[in-house]
Every structure is written in structure tokens, then in C-alpha cells.
């Protein structure tokens, strides 16, 4: 990322860049690549006292942030996710958190996220519909509010103590915290790229919870659900960036140590072209992830539009930078081996989740034809 850190930033970035690398270096993450659960209670608790869950918190609910502007610390962290392939629900710890204290709802779940006792799941995206289609319903019965419908996938659902599920009601959306051992609730495991993703698929059959398990207003939840997808996008592409970078690094590092022909292999000209095309799309994706995050923060009134370009562009072009990292390698980039492929498969993955580029770019075509109707 390109921000200007204060001295709080720079040392808050640097205590998890320390703690990851002592806690989850590439020989951790690989003995984790068979394992159900990608990473231990304990783990998420330490990464939880650094401040990884209460950033989006205001200070009356137990959180804070280190400068101020609590996104903008956030994305430092989702970066530092990113350069180490770390594991651990930061998104869905994130939007959850955020998405509870900003309704003043649930104070006690609040308290065990903060602390990191347990972590919630984000359960918005569904297997079919595309970027934000709710077919999940949301039904008032009595007392009581049922669930019926499919949620894929959901970030750490094996491990999840709770979900924040959107639901349709009537020709409105809601947003319900349910417990994930209530009945009627089940989870598949889903298989992933990438090692330490952890992902599944979410069923509810008639679950019945309380109505005071609503998240905000019964049928009056887009506006949340779009801030929690900006939110989400701005961490993702803050990590995807982190693990483009690191991926560079390690390209430009092996270029210039490696000898061809009795040269290094960075002299050669056409190397220096590649290298050139991927400092472009290397640069140009932290602007694109700090102009991102910066809108949201400001909830100004282009945030959409923008984190769907940022998602556009660092979905597109982080794999293809990575591709190519891969390819500059030779052969032993190709071996599961080399620690670049750890990369790689979290890019691979981030481009996947919540829209592809082309959903994205359907999107930013409809903000642009919604724009030029209105001015009409």
C-alpha cells in the first residue's frame, strides 16, 4: 500500500508483519494444507490483541482504531495477510463485527469477536445470481423469523460460532445473526486452492430464530449490505496486492541472483520488459486498493463504483502478475516446492469471491448507465 503511515500505523503494520512471520511462516502453512481447521483458536486470539478484529469497532463497543480512520488501518493488515498467505477470517471477522456494532445489535457476540473467542461467518454470498442476488428467505412466523435457503461460500464456516445471513422478506432484504448450532443449520466443507482457506457451503432448513436476532430493520438492509461489500472488497484487494507483491519480490530477487549464459538473468533485455509490465500493474494496483478503501472510508458517494474498478483490475491483473512471476521462475516456479505458488493460489482465490472481474465490470457499466440516466 502507498499511504503515508504515522509513526501508530507504521508499528501496528510491523507487529503483525512479525507476528505472522514468526507464527505462520510458509513451513506452517503447508503442514495446514490437509488439516480441517486452517488455523488455531489460539492464533486468531493473539492476531485479535493486535487489533485485527475491533478496528471497524467504535471505542464504546470495545474497538478503536490506531490513526482514525479505521479502514484505511485495516487494509494494512489485509496486506500483510496477503505478503505472508496467512490464514484466518479477516474479512468475515471484519464485516461482521462492523456490521453488528453499527446496528447496536448483539453486544455479547461483539465482545467475543473483539476478543477473538470466536469468529462469525459472513453468509451473503449464494451459489447462483451473481454479485448481491438474495434468494435465501427470511419469513416472519409468530414470534419467530425462518430460514430457508443456501448460502456459498462462507469463510470459516467450520469454524464459525455464528453467521450474519441475508435473507429476502417480502420485496425487502434483512440480515439475521444466527448460531451455527441451531437446528436446521448445516455445513459442507468446500475445497479450495488455496492451503489455508477454509470455505464451505451453508444450509438452513427451516431455521427458526427470535426476531431479535435481526441485524438492523426487517426488509431495510441494502444500504448495509452494500457497505459490507465494499468493505469486504477494499480488504481483499488490499490482500491480493500483498501477496502481488510479495510474489514481485521474489521474482526480481531470483532474476538478479540467477545467472544464464554467464549473466544475470535480469540483464537481459526482454526480462526487463516483463519486469516493466508487472511494476505497471504492481503500481497501479496499490493506487487503484488505496483510492478504493479511501472512498469507502469517506463513504463518499462513488465508493461502489470503485471498489468494483479496484476488483475489476487487481482481480484481473494480480493473477497475471503472479502467472508470470511463475513463468520467470523456469521450472522450479512450477514445483509445489517454491514458496510462490502459496501466492498464487490466495490471488486465485481472492478473484473468485464476492464477483469475478466481469462481474464487476457488468457492474461498473450499470453505475455508469444509472449516472448518465439521471443527468438526462
Same mark, same amino acid.
Given at each position: 500500500?502507498?499511504?503515508?503511515?504515522?509513526?501508530?500505523?507504521?508499528?501496528?503494520?510491523?507487529?503483525?508483519?512479525?507476528?505472522?512471520?514468526?507464527?505462520?511462516?510458509?513451513?506452517?502453512?503447508?503442514?495446514?494444507?490437509?488439516?480441517?481447521?486452517?488455523?488455531?483458536?489460539?492464533?486468531?486470539?493473539?492476531?485479535?490483541?493486535? =487489533?485485527? *478484529?475491533?478496528? !471497524? $469497532?467504535?471505542?464504546? #463497543?470495545? +474497538?478503536? @482504531?490506531?490513526?482514525?480512520?479505521?479502514? &484505511? /488501518? %485495516?487494509?494494512?493488515?489485509?496486506?500483510?495477510?496477503?505478503?505472508?498467505?496467512?490464514?484466518?477470517?479477516?474479512?468475515?471477522?471484519?464485516?461482521?463485527?462492523?456490521?453488528?456494532?453499527?446496528?447496536?445489535?448483539?453486544?455479547?457476540?461483539?465482545?467475543?469477536?473483539?476478543?477473538?473467542?470466536?469468529?462469525?461467518?459472513?453468509?451473503?454470498?449464494?451459489?447462483?445470481?451473481?454479485?448481491?442476488?438474495?434468494?435465501?428467505?427470511?419469513?416472519?412466523?409468530g414470534a419467530e423469523l425462518v430460514l430457508d435457503g443456501v448460502k456459498r461460500p462462507v469463510e470459516a464456516a467450520g469454524q464459525a460460532g455464528w453467521f450474519l445471513v441475508s435473507g429476502r422478506t417480502g420485496d =425487502?432484504? *434483512?440480515?439475521? !445473526? $444466527?448460531?451455527?448450532? #441451531?437446528? +436446521?443449520? @448445516?455445513?459442507?466443507?468446500?475445497?479450495? &486452492? /488455496? %492451503?489455508?482457506?477454509?470455505?464451505?457451503?451453508?444450509?438452513?432448513?427451516?431455521?427458526?430464530?427470535?426476531?431479535?436476532?435481526?441485524?438492523?430493520?426487517?426488509?431495510?438492509?441494502?444500504?448495509?449490505?452494500?457497505?459490507?461489500?465494499?468493505?469486504?472488497?477494499?480488504?481483499?484487494?488490499?490482500?491480493?496486492?500483498?501477496?502481488?507483491?510479495?510474489?514481485?519480490?521474489?521474482?526480481?530477487?531470483?532474476?538478479?541472483?540467477?545467472?544464464?549464459?554467464?549473466?544475470?538473468?535480469?540483464?537481459?533485455?526482454?526480462?526487463?520488459?516483463?519486469?516493466?509490465?508487472?511494476?505497471?500493474?504492481?503500481?497501479?494496483?496499490?493506487?487503484?486498493?488505496?483510492?478504493?478503501?479511501?472512498?469507502?472510508?469517506?463513504?463518499?458517494?462513488? #465508493?461502489?463504483?470503485?471498489?468494483?474498478?479496484?476488483?475489476?483490475?487487481?482481480?484481473?491483473?494480480?493473477?497475471?502478475?503472479?502467472?508470470?512471476?511463475?513463468?520467470?521462475?523456469?521450472?522450479?516456479?512450477?514445483?509445489?516446492?517454491?514458496?510462490?505458488?502459496?501466492?498464487?493460489?490466495?490471488?486465485?482465490?481472492?478473484?473468485?469471491?464476492?464477483?469475478?472481474?466481469?462481474?464487476?465490470?457488468?457492474?461498473?457499466?450499470?453505475?455508469?448507465?444509472?449516472?448518465?440516466?439521471?443527468?438526462?
Amino acid at each position: 500500500m502507498l499511504w503515508e503511515l504515522n509513526a501508530d500505523q507504521e508499528f501496528f503494520r510491523d507487529t503483525t508483519a512479525k507476528f505472522l512471520s514468526e507464527r505462520v511462516p510458509v513451513e506452517a502453512i503447508r503442514r495446514r494444507r490437509h488439516e480441517t481447521d486452517a488455523f488455531d483458536a489460539e492464533y486468531w486470539r493473539r492476531g485479535a490483541d493486535l =487489533g485485527w *478484529t475491533s478496528l !471497524l $469497532v467504535g471505542e464504546e #463497543a470495545g +474497538g478503536g @482504531s490506531i490513526s482514525g480512520d479505521p479502514v &484505511v /488501518d %485495516l487494509t494494512l493488515i489485509a496486506y500483510e495477510f496477503g505478503r505472508a498467505a496467512a490464514p484466518g477470517p479477516l474479512t468475515s471477522a471484519n464485516v461482521v463485527a462492523a456490521a453488528l456494532s453499527g446496528a447496536g445489535s448483539h453486544p455479547e457476540v461483539v465482545a467475543d469477536l473483539l476478543s477473538g473467542a470466536t469468529v462469525a461467518g459472513w453468509a451473503h454470498a449464494e451459489p447462483r445470481g451473481g454479485i448481491g442476488a438474495v434468494g435465501l428467505e427470511i419469513r416472519a412466523d409468530g414470534a419467530e423469523l425462518v430460514l430457508d435457503g443456501v448460502k456459498r461460500p462462507v469463510e470459516a464456516a467450520g469454524q464459525a460460532g455464528w453467521f450474519l445471513v441475508s435473507g429476502r422478506t417480502g420485496d =425487502g432484504l *434483512t440480515q439475521v !445473526l $444466527v448460531p451455527a448450532d #441451531a437446528p +436446521g443449520v @448445516s455445513v459442507a466443507a468446500l475445497q479450495t &486452492v /488455496d %492451503l489455508t482457506g477454509r470455505f464451505g457451503t451453508v444450509t438452513f432448513d427451516g431455521v427458526r430464530v427470535p426476531r431479535d436476532a435481526v441485524v438492523g430493520e426487517i426488509g431495510g438492509a441494502a444500504a448495509q449490505l452494500e457497505y459490507q461489500l465494499q468493505l469486504a472488497l477494499v480488504i481483499q484487494a488490499a490482500e491480493t496486492v500483498g501477496a502481488m507483491q510479495r510474489g514481485f519480490d521474489m521474482t526480481v530477487e531470483w532474476a538478479a541472483d540467477r545467472y544464464s549464459f554467464g549473466r544475470p538473468l535480469a540483464s537481459y533485455q526482454a526480462i526487463k520488459h516483463r519486469f516493466a509490465d508487472l511494476k505497471s500493474w504492481l503500481e497501479a494496483s496499490h493506487a487503484i486498493a488505496d483510492s478504493a478503501a479511501a472512498a469507502v472510508s469517506a463513504r463518499a458517494a462513488g #465508493a461502489g463504483e470503485l471498489v468494483s474498478v479496484a476488483k475489476a483490475y487487481i482481480g484481473e491483473y494480480g493473477l497475471e502478475l503472479l502467472q508470470d512471476c511463475v513463468q520467470l521462475h523456469g521450472g522450479i516456479g512450477l514445483t509445489f516446492e517454491h514458496d510462490l505458488h502459496l501466492f498464487l493460489r490466495r490471488a486465485t482465490v481472492d478473484r473468485a469471491l464476492h464477483g469475478t472481474p466481469a462481474q464487476h465490470r457488468a457492474r461498473i457499466a450499470q453505475f455508469v448507465i444509472d449516472r448518465e440516466g439521471s443527468a438526462a
